[in-house]
């Protein structure tokens, strides 16, 4: 199904991370100025070449352990079809820092091809408390929608993972657990590694125990970019692609063009190769 998604082997996924939208602690009461970066990064992320871009609410934080506000999530699907325009490119979206059905509402609604979830299944802990897996909810959302032909991509994390199983401490979670609960029991179409440590061994192995594509949410430099992505099935851009900060004060750069091609052009030969998930 995602090689349908995204339409080439080993996809490039381009983070589109949006300015805060209405309804967050940071919004600054105009949309015309998240509305006109968001064109900005879109249109150098299809015109650098990556195969897809996710559209994320990441400056809204503190996030929401629930839904998202309904005035952000309105403008969050106004700002993807303004995208559309831009590019047809399959599009993502993910709302943080938890809310699937937000999500699949949004991509249902704009035409979008899939979606990321932060935790689809267990419990995990993070800045705003603990998380509960989301995917009882998901699957009666998505059978009440109609809807079969979104992706769902699921992130896996030890990293923020509440570490026991079943509450025995001598029974620690392993990577391959969480995968294979978000596939199994979740239903994900795919998965997203997210833990800054992993080596490209460490996908590789659990890729090959997997009949489902392993995507990795790369954070590395450059150079280490071919490793990573001959490791996994394709691979999340965010940092990576992102202008150096002017100032200590500048947490928000945006993207850089030129940096989108220095990766496209070196990952180039790992993605004209056949995938095996039709």
């Known amino acids: 199904m995602m090689t349908k998604v995204f339409g080439k082997h080993k996809p490039l996924i381009g983070v589109l991370q949006l300015l805060p939208l ?18 900005q990064e879109a249109t150098a992320l299809a015109t650098g070449g990556v195969d897809a871009i996710l559209v994320e609410n990441t400056f809204d934080a503190p996030y929401a352990t629930t839904r998202m506000d309904t005035a952000g999530a309105i403008a969050m699907g106004l700002i993807i079809r303004r995208i559309m ?24 609604n704009v035409g979008a091809r899939f979606i990321r979830v932060g935790l689809l299944t267990g419990a995990a802990i993070c800045e705003t408390g603990v998380l509960e897996g989301k995917h009882r909810d998901l699957a009666a959302y998505k059978r009440l929608l109609q809807i079969e032909d979104i992706a769902v991509l699921a992130d896996v994390s030890l990293e923020r993972t509440v570490p026991m199983v079943s509450g025995n401490p001598a029974n620690p979670i392993s990577l391959k657990y969480l995968a294979k609960q978000a596939l199994e029991q979740g239903g994900a179409d795919g998965l997203i590694l997210t833990d800054s440590g992993l080596q490209p061994a460490d996908i590789t192995e659990l890729s090959q125990s997997l009949d489902a594509p392993v995507y990795y949410d790369y954070g590395h430099p450059l150079h280490q970019v071919n490793a990573y992505l001959e490791a996994a099935d394709g691979l999340l851009l965010s940092t990576v692609i992102k202008k150096s900060s002017v100032t200590a004060q500048d947490l928000r750069p945006t993207v850089d063009l030129t940096k989108v091609e220095e990766v496209l052009a070196q990952t180039e030969p790992l993605r004209t190769q056949t995938s095996s998930f039709a």
């Open 22 to 39: 209405p309804g967050s602690i940071e919004w600054k009461g105009s949309i015309d100025q998240v509305i006109a970066r968001a064109e």
């Open 85 to 108: 325009h831009f590019t047809h490119l399959p599009i993502g979206v993910n709302v943080l820092k938890n809310d699937p059905e937000t999500a699949l509402a949004i991509a249902m």
